[in-house]
């Protein structure tokens, strides 16, 4: 399992000891080549005296002399125990009183390149080092020989590897003991945010984490999951209002039939004649809400057909005005209609439709004896801009956002012929179009904004009639 | 009894007064949330049929200020709303029942029977007086075991002086309880109904049972004390 606990415990136990063991073997190694040489270069200083000394006494030929001195250096532990002085012909010239007490014919043995020491064991078995050195004229060469015990330098170097060796125990132990704690403690916000993710589900989207006591690496995902749990709330607020208003909407026809055949069938004497026309009218009413219902599912999923042609935009606004000029008459409403832009590009049914539910709203909602604008313009890249402007003092800023929302509707009145998906239809048939809408406020005033871009957005081919969006 | 209907709907509207004027209420309608409000705090209901969705003032909002000012009228939210939280949201805020629609009209008629007793505090359904048996759930009149028919109005001027039974009920608290709005408070109604009322009931063989108490008002009880 690609768990980050288990890497991190696996390299904690594995790599860690590891790479500290070559660390401390390293070191100990570098120390030990320096000791080694250290030592090495004491026994060719101890070659270069015993060949001075070599040197000065041959001019003289005085053996006993030599070796006065050489006792009286030894004395002075100036010389190694074991030191030897060969001829070429390995005849020996000079040794040292140790040496000279082991049977006759002894020598001591050499390394095997000239000036490179090696280790060997002394004559009474203790280690030594030894080294050899070749001094003298051409005509007159000897080699010195030189071994001395190397007891206390392993005796160094054991010391030394006994704290290195100590400091590798108590790390493997640390890392085994403290380590899985200590990656516990330091993985903690981790797992804590772990559980708190765990926890949320569709029922608790308002918790948030709270990323102050987080470490700074781990801030960043706190901020984007409660980022996300807020638009998911959101998401999830905005779909139960459409569903509890969507319920609303088929409930209360649902309960003026019902309400109806029940009180026919309880006193059937006194059923009224107009019952018939009740039952009729809920019906139609349902019908109407099933059609603009499957009207909008059809534009969301993309199944509308679009015919672009060219309109007069100007006969379009007018006839889409018709059917509501008497209830705009009723309510002292005056159509202001400055139409600029000529003829468009577009489809009529839909933007029909599109004209028809922004005026009916306007219509119904605007305070009586306002005014309703009506105007289009073309912009510099040849699109299409069409405002809707109608008196609005009831809305607010705020409920701006909720303009296409399905079944929204300002206040929660039922009591008009609106489905309170006008505006959802005209945003999808807007993008049918390839355009989009905009609701602004300005001055108590409702501004619907459509654009339309120019006919060279929309493809050759897509500019063919009867096609699907 | 006299019920109020605050409904934003015309037909449903519509049709639960028509449905509880034929179960024998008086019934006034509102259609929206500030009519409604105005209503239950100027006449003395014995239930309110509250909607939740209205225009100008939610039915939660009248609920609450209704309770806030010491209305105890017992009030049934009519709602679409049926989720859990919504039930809980109605009752919490001082509703005494919740409806989801569509509805069962004999269900709207039981819960608003059962809330109408409950203002006068009874918990039986049957009242005895006098030889007079009164079934407030079959809505039946008998004397010894005739039964008396009566019309809804005079069905409901009986029902609501049995459950005031000994108690002097003025004209006003008639005129309020048993018509509504429609009718004008300056007419002879009370009087005629209750005239009505004592006749059949006589002629049923009853004992007299409604006594006038002069400038008072009316008492229903087994002897005039």
Redesign the interface.
């Known amino acids: 399992m690609n768990s980050l606990r288990r890497q991190l415990t696996f390299f904690l136990l594995a790599y860690g000891p590891g790479l500290l063991l070559a660390g401390f073997l390293c070191m100990y190694f570098l120390v030990r080549k320096d000791l080694y040489e250290q030592f090495d270069e004491s026994l060719r200083t101890h070659a270069q005296v015993i060949a001075e000394e070599i040197e000065e006494a041959i001019p003289d030929q005085d053996q006993a002399i030599l070796e006065e001195e050489m006792a009286e250096l030894e004395a002075y532990s100036l010389l190694p125990p074991y030191y030897e002085v060969t001829s070429s012909g390995g005849q020996r010239i000079l040794a040292s009183r140790l040496l000279e007490m082991e049977p006759a014919g002894f020598h001591l043995s050499r390394p095997l390149q000239l000036d490179e020491a090696s280790s060997v064991d002394c004559p009474d078995g203790q280690p030594g080092r030894v080294l050899t050195v070749s001094y003298g004229s051409t005509a007159n060469p000897f080699l010195v020989t030189v071994l001395d015990y190397r007891t206390a330098l392993d005796s160094d170097l054991k010391r030394i590897l006994f704290p290195i060796g100590l400091a590798g125990v108590l790390f493997v132990a640390f890392a085994l003991v403290v380590g899985p704690w200590l990656l516990n403690r330091m993985l903690s916000p981790l797992n804590l945010l772990n559980k708190q993710i765990l926890e949320i589900d569709a029922q608790s989207l308002e918790v948030r984490i709270p990323g102050g006591s987080l470490p700074v690496e781990l801030r960043p995902v706190a901020e984007r999951i409660n980022g996300l749990l807020e638009r998911l709330a959101d998401s999830f607020e905005k779909e139960r209002r459409i569903n509890a208003n969507l319920a609303h909407e088929i409930r209360t026809p649902l309960a003026e039939l019902k309400l109806l055949a029940e009180t026919a069938l309880k006193w059937p004497e006194s059923r009224d004649p107009e019952t018939d026309a009740e039952y009729l009218a809920i019906i139609r009413h349902l019908e109407t809400m099933i059609n603009r219902m499957l009207e909008l599912a059809r534009s969301e999923e993309g199944s509308l057909e679009v015919h672009m042609e060219l309109i007069d935009l100007d006969s379009l606004v007018r006839q889409s005005w018709k059917p509501l000029a008497k209830r705009a008459a009723s309510r002292s409403l005056a159509p202001d209609i400055e139409l600029g832009a000529g003829e468009v590009y577009s489809d009529p049914v839909l933007l029909g439709k599109i004209l028809l539910n922004l005026l009916e709203n306007a219509v119904d909602y605007s305070p009586a004896g306002s005014k309703i604008n009506t105007s289009s313009e073309r912009n510099s890249d040849g699109g299409v801009l069409i405002r809707v402007r109608n008196a609005a003092p009831s809305l607010s800023p705020e409920d701006l956002q909720h303009l296409g929302e399905r079944y929204w509707r300002k206040g929660s009145a039922r009591e008009d012929r609106h489905l309170g998906i006008g505006t959802s239809i005209v945003r999808a048939y807007c993008a049918a179009l390839g355009g989009n809408v905009a609701f602004t406020l300005s001055e108590g005033d409702l501004i619907a904004e459509l654009q339309f871009p120019p006919r060279s957005w929309r493809s050759e081919s897509q500019e063919e009639s009867s096609k699907q969006v | 009894m006299r019920v109020l209907v605050v409904e ?5 509207r519509e ?2 007064a ?2 509880l004027r ?1 179960a024998g209420y008086a019934v006034d309608t509102a ?2 949330g500030e009519e409604g409000h105005w209503a239950a705090q100027s006449n003395a209901y014995d239930a309110i049929i509250l909607d ?5 003032m ?1 039915g939660l909002e009248i609920l609450g200020h209704l309770r806030q000012k010491g209305n105890t009228t017992p009030i049934l939210l009519l ?5 859990v939280p919504d039930r809980v949201k109605g009752l919490r805020a001082g509703a005494d029942d919740y409806l ?7 269900e709207l008629l039981a819960r608003i029977e059962v809330l109408c007793r409950r203002v006068y505090g009874l918990v039986e359904n049957c009242v005895s007086v006098g030889g007079l048996e009164i079934d407030f759930s079959r809505r039946r009149a008998s004397v010894e075991g005739r039964e008396i028919t009566l019309p809804a109005r005079e069905w409901a001027l009986l029902e609501y002086f049995a459950r005031r039974q000994g108690q002097v009920v003025t004209r006003t608290e008639i005129e309020e309880h048993i018509y509504d709005s429609r009718v004008d408070p300056m007419s002879n109604v009370v009087d005629a109904a209750v005239y009505a009322l004592r006749r059949k009931l006589a002629a049923a063989g009853a004992p007299p049972l409604i006594h006038t108490r002069r400038g008072l008002g009316y008492v229903l009880e087994a002897s005039d004390s």
């Open positions: 934003d709907s015309v037909r449903l049709g639960v028509g449905a034929k259609a929206d939740i969705m209205l225009p100008g939610d709602t679409a709303r049926d989720t989801v629609k569509p509805f069962a009209l004999d």
